[in-house]
Each structure stands twice: as C-alpha cells, then as structure tokens.
C-alpha cells in the first residue's frame, strides 16, 4: 500500500478562481481568513469541503449574499 499526500486547492465559487494553498499548515478557515483580506467578497463565506479528488482535496469558498442595513 501506498500513501500519497494530496495537493489542497481552494476555489472561490464567486469569481471561479483557484487559489493556491497559502500555508499547508492552515486549517481551512484561516486560508479563508488569510484570501478575505485581498477577497472582501470572502469576509462573511462558508466553507464547503473537502471534496477529494485523485491528486487532490478541494474546498470551495461560498460568499453569503447579505442585505445592507
């Protein structure tokens, strides 16, 4: 038996972007904290995932549409 660590990528459901995986030590929720920053869309996202593929675990970050006020 062989054991093969898998790549993690993470998309933005939003834009349809791939974002790379910033620390591999991160849980998923500060990867999601750390791409708010630059993402405002991702301050108030879920988190869906993991969906793990072959080569790889994807997570998908959901913008929760909001009302103002």
């Known amino acids: 038996m062989h054991t093969k660590e898998l790549?993690?990528?993470?998309?933005?459901k939003k834009?349809?972007?791939t974002l790379s995986d910033?620390?591999?030590?991160?849980?998923p929720?500060?990867?999601?904290?750390?791409?708010?920053t630059h993402y405002p869309h991702l301050v108030n996202a879920s988190i869906s995932g993991p969906m793990i593929g072959v080569d790889k675990v994807?997570?998908?970050f959901s913008g929760s549409a909001?009302?103002?006020?």
């Open 29 to 36: 929720k500060q990867v999601l904290e750390s791409y708010s």
């Open 15 to 17: 834009t349809g972007m």
């Open 7 to 12: 790549k993690r990528e993470f998309v933005d």
């Open 22 to 27: 910033p620390n591999i030590a991160w849980t």
């Open 58 to 60: 994807t997570y998908e």
């Open 66 to 69: 909001g009302t103002k006020g």
